[in-house]
């Protein structure tokens, strides 16, 4: 449904989005995610037809963006970060008007009756928009993005700024969308991606660094032992001699919960079970394990590591998990140039 092959855009000579290739299939609730400024945004508005990519191609339903924009922007849905609306509108008014400005077929009435009852607006319809809570006007634009029926919805930050209760309705808002919709979503809240997306793709200084199933990329992470442990010993002598145990990677004191004792989280290297030889080391001293419990990896420890790592990713390509049928291209992404100028500024700011 969407193939982007080696989409590059450069202002002046800084590369703001480097060589990114990839395929999203009808169906996929997509996690599109990556630190401030690593060009999540340029994507998304060159992805819309927003931005023209300065190298690169991207095919909507087999149309090319450039060649065929009108067919490709018809299966296409946009929400910013910012809804495009106006203020001094009622909420009719402006549905009415995005109807007519999308060219739309569909008996009028009815279509907007059913779009304003998915995205629960439909009590709101007479009133100013300005006079809307954020999480209405976040929901206003969710209709917009709509009207068009679009078989593909791209949403930039969709919750941010929004309050928790508000948070969780647009959450599972965008769930039901994507049970007949290919969604998109633009986000750097972890637990928003891992709650609603099937499968993560990760940008960094406009490289993508993976792009592979959540689960499986948890799955591949999940290979280091992680371990909160509760010790009977010296809190000055823990950190030294768990440390030299072999195979151990990490060793930290998360703090004392319990007289006499000390927390403590310890990590061992991919594929190495740290437990016995941690027992024999604090049997061997007279300390006792009065707990011990394994940590999950989160995304957020996925995304921090795979961040961390951009410059050794970008050398092998993305990491891709899942056994996916597309593959990402075998050209390798050119070095991001050095930023020497100034002229950036509205992409990748937000």
Same mark, same amino acid.
């Given at each position: ?36 400024? $690593? ?12 931005? $023209? &990519? ?13 060649? $065929? ?10 929400? &910013?970060?910012? *809804? *495009? ?5 009622? =909420? ?14 569909? *008996?009028? !009435? ?7 009852? #998915? ?20 929901? =206003? ?7 068009? @029926? ?26 039901k969308l994507g049970q007949t919709r290919t969604v998109i979503l633009s986000s750097h809240v972890l637990s928003e991606i891992q709650s609603t997306c099937e499968r993560v793709m990760i940008i960094n200084e406009g490289i993508l660094v993976a792009d592979a199933l959540t689960e499986d990329l948890a799955r591949s992470a999940a290979a280091n032992s992680r371990y909160i442990v509760r010790i009977a010993a010296p809190e000055d002598q823990v950190v030294p001699v768990l440390s030299a145990i072999p195979g151990m990677l990490k060793v930290e004191i998360q ?6 004792? #000390?927390?403590?989280? =310890? ?26 419990? &394994? ?19 970008? $050398?092998?390509? &993305? ?8 593959? @990402?291209?075998?050209? !390798? ?11 950036? !500024? ?5």
């Amino acid at each position: 449904m969407i193939e982007v092959t080696g989409l590059t855009k450069r202002y002046g000579k800084k590369t703001v989005v480097n060589n990114l290739t990839f395929t999203v299939r009808r169906g996929e609730i997509i996690g599109f995610l990556g630190p401030n400024g $690593a060009g999540k945004s340029t994507t998304m508005n060159m992805l819309t037809g927003y931005t $023209a &990519p300065t190298v690169g191609s991207i095919r909507i339903n087999g149309y090319n963006l450039l060649d $065929a924009p009108e067919k490709a922007k018809a299966a296409i849905g946009y929400l &910013p970060e910012i *809804p *495009p609306l106006y203020m001094d509108m009622t =909420v009719n008014e402006y549905l009415n008007f995005v109807f007519g400005l999308k060219k739309c077929e569909f *008996p009028r !009435k009815e279509h907007l009756n059913e779009i304003c009852e #998915v995205v629960r607006i439909s009590h709101v319809r007479h009133r100013m928009i300005r006079n809307l809570s954020k999480g209405y006007r976040q929901r =206003v634009g969710f209709a917009q993005a709509l009207i068009n @029926d679009p078989q593909i919805l791209i949403l930039d930050e969709p919750t941010v700024g929004l309050d928790p209760k508000e948070i969780v309705e647009i959450r599972t808002l965008i769930r039901k969308l994507g049970q007949t919709r290919t969604v998109i979503l633009s986000s750097h809240v972890l637990s928003e991606i891992q709650s609603t997306c099937e499968r993560v793709m990760i940008i960094n200084e406009g490289i993508l660094v993976a792009d592979a199933l959540t689960e499986d990329l948890a799955r591949s992470a999940a290979a280091n032992s992680r371990y909160i442990v509760r010790i009977a010993a010296p809190e000055d002598q823990v950190v030294p001699v768990l440390s030299a145990i072999p195979g151990m990677l990490k060793v930290e004191i998360q703090g004392v919960m319990e007289a006499g004792t #000390v927390d403590v989280l =310890v990590e061992a290297e991919k594929d190495v079970d740290i437990r016995r030889a941690l027992f024999e080391e604090c049997a061997k001293r007279g300390w006792y394990i009065l707990v011990i419990t &394994p940590v999950g990896v989160s995304l957020e420890d996925i995304f921090l590591q795979l961040v961390e790592q951009t410059s050794s990713a970008s $050398a092998d390509g &993305p990491l891709t998990l899942g056994g996916k049928d597309d593959k @990402d291209s075998e050209e !390798k992404p050119a070095p991001a140039e050095e930023d020497t100028e100034n002229e950036e !500024k509205e992409d990748d700011a937000q």
